[in-house]
């Protein structure tokens, strides 16, 4: 039974082989090639939903850019117009602050310059006890002895004076304040 087949030669049986073989690497070829191919095509997707995410993030940034520098413009315009207004802040708070000085020493009371001068109760009150009538008195008072006592003629250190002689300081002024209070020692 067995026999009904003719014995296949060596050379017959070697091209069958490379036959089988060369189908089989085509086979594996293919098959490594559509792997490739979805590779390929879920890395491009992926890529692309990135290229979508960072055109969509460039997009908002555009219009927080376009929005910003609508806002820097207008602050600028503000700036400008205000500028134009109003004298530099710091030279304008200094001459406010002069001319509040100027105004306590001719006496104005507190209200007045809060009114004229913009300034804080607090500040106004500092200012008129630094600058008040009473103060500007009192360092009259100061300065005429410091004037009467650099105007003495200097004594040695070994000489002593009587009582009757030494010059008194001036007795304080009574102020009406508690003791121990800011204000007391601010005035």
């Not at 708070?93 to 104005?108: M, V």
């Not at 004037?147 to 008194?168: E, F, G, L």
């Amino acid at each position: 039974m067995f026999e009904i087949l003719p014995s296949p030669s060596l050379e017959i049986v070697l091209i069958a082989a490379r036959a089988v073989l060369l189908i089989g690497a085509f086979w594996v070829f293919a098959l490594a090639f559509i792997r490739w191919r979805r590779a390929d095509e879920r890395s491009t997707e992926q890529l692309h939903a990135q290229l979508e995410r960072a055109f969509s993030e460039v997009r908002s940034l555009h219009e927080t850019v376009a929005v910003m520098s609508a806002r820097i413009e207008a602050l600028s315009e503000r700036a400008e117009v205000g500028a134009r207004l109003a004298p530099a802040g710091p030279i304008s708070a200094q001459r406010g602050y002069d001319l509040a000085q100027r105004l306590a020493r001719n006496g104005s009371d507190i209200d007045d310059l809060i009114e004229s001068c913009g300034l804080t109760r607090h500040e106004a009150e500092l200012l008129t006890r630094l600058h008040g009538q009473r103060n500007r008195d009192s360092s009259a008072q100061v300065s005429w002895n410091t004037r009467a006592a650099s105007a003495a003629p200097q004594m040695p250190s070994n000489w002593s004076m009587p009582n009757a002689a030494q010059p008194s300081p001036p007795p304080p002024a009574p102020t009406g304040r508690k003791r121990g209070s800011l204000v007391s020692v601010v005035g």
